[in-house]
């Protein structure tokens, strides 16, 4: 069963295409205006192991909030529906990753449940010409979409780069073992309650 999704979204604010496989190679294709965005985004694809296409065209004139939102809650749609039943995952994962000074720790749980907890403080207000704050934003559409629920803790940094970039390989890394088929749950949903 292959586990891909092609999601489009289409708002007076953004145009935004978002096509996912969960059992790729780590290859992405980022066009969205964002390139600090798409940097953080290529680390997610190639430490999750999943293709990640997305074109992104939004309103950047003004700033590029809707655009990373509207990211994220595409991304989001495409997981869930590529995710399907949920069947035979793991549905728990985490992540420690550091890069010189910082040390970030990401947890999900695809729980069908949305909740975000983030606790990342950035030292600047921009890295490359993104807004640190819209990462947040980012994360909270792709959360509500998904159905999972995520902790992201930026636990050491210094560097504003480094804090962004630990953040995103976790979640990749965490995305990567949460998705995996687990062979003793071949079949089986991952709850007691019958349902995520």
Same mark, same amino acid.
């Given at each position: 069963?292959?586990?891909?999704?092609? %999601?489009?979204? $289409?708002?007076?604010?953004?145009?935004?295409?978002?096509? %996912? $496989?969960?059992? &790729?190679?780590?290859?992405? @294709?980022?066009?969205?205006?964002?390139? #600090?965005?798409?940097?953080?985004?290529?680390?997610?694809?190639?430490?999750?192991?999943?293709?990640?296409? +997305?074109?992104?065209?939004?309103?950047?004139?003004?700033?590029?909030?809707?655009?990373?939102?509207? %990211?994220? +809650?595409?991304?989001?749609?495409?997981?869930?529906? /590529?995710?399907?039943?949920?069947?035979?995952?793991?549905?728990? &994962?985490?992540?420690?990753?550091?890069?010189?000074?910082?040390? !970030?720790? *990401? *947890? +999900?749980?695809?729980?069908? !449940?949305? &909740?975000?907890?983030?606790?990342?403080? #950035?030292?600047? /207000?921009?890295?490359?010409?993104?807004?640190?704050?819209?990462?947040?934003?980012?994360? @909270?559409?792709?959360? $509500?979409?998904?159905? *999972?629920?995520?902790? +992201?803790?930026?636990?050491?940094?210094? $560097?504003?780069?480094?804090?962004?970039?630990? *953040? #995103?390989?976790?979640?990749?890394?965490?995305?990567?073992?949460?998705?995996?088929?687990?062979?003793?749950?071949?079949?089986?949903?991952? !709850?007691?309650?019958?349902?995520?």
């Amino acid at each position: 069963m292959q586990r891909t999704a092609e %999601i489009e979204r $289409n708002t007076l604010e953004t145009r935004i295409t978002v096509a %996912i $496989n969960l059992d &790729g190679a780590g290859d992405s @294709q980022l066009d969205t205006g964002l390139p #600090f965005l798409e940097h953080m985004l290529d680390k997610v694809a190639r430490h999750g192991m999943i293709d990640l296409n +997305i074109l992104a065209k939004g309103d950047l004139h003004i700033d590029g909030h809707h655009t990373a939102e509207d %990211i994220g +809650i595409t991304l989001g749609q495409a997981m869930a529906q /590529a995710v399907g039943d949920k069947k035979g995952i793991r549905r728990y &994962g985490h992540a420690y990753v550091p890069l010189d000074e910082a040390l !970030s720790r *990401v *947890v +999900i749980d695809f729980s069908g !449940s949305p &909740g975000l907890d983030f606790h990342v403080d #950035f030292p600047r /207000a921009s890295i490359g010409g993104f807004d640190t704050e819209l990462f947040f934003e980012f994360f @909270q559409g792709f959360v $509500n979409h998904a159905g *999972v629920t995520l902790h +992201i803790d930026a636990l050491r940094g210094r $560097n504003a780069h480094h804090i962004a970039e630990t *953040v #995103f390989k976790a979640f990749g890394r965490a995305l990567r073992m949460a998705l995996e088929p687990d062979p003793r749950m071949s079949g089986i949903l991952p !709850s007691t309650k019958g349902s995520l």
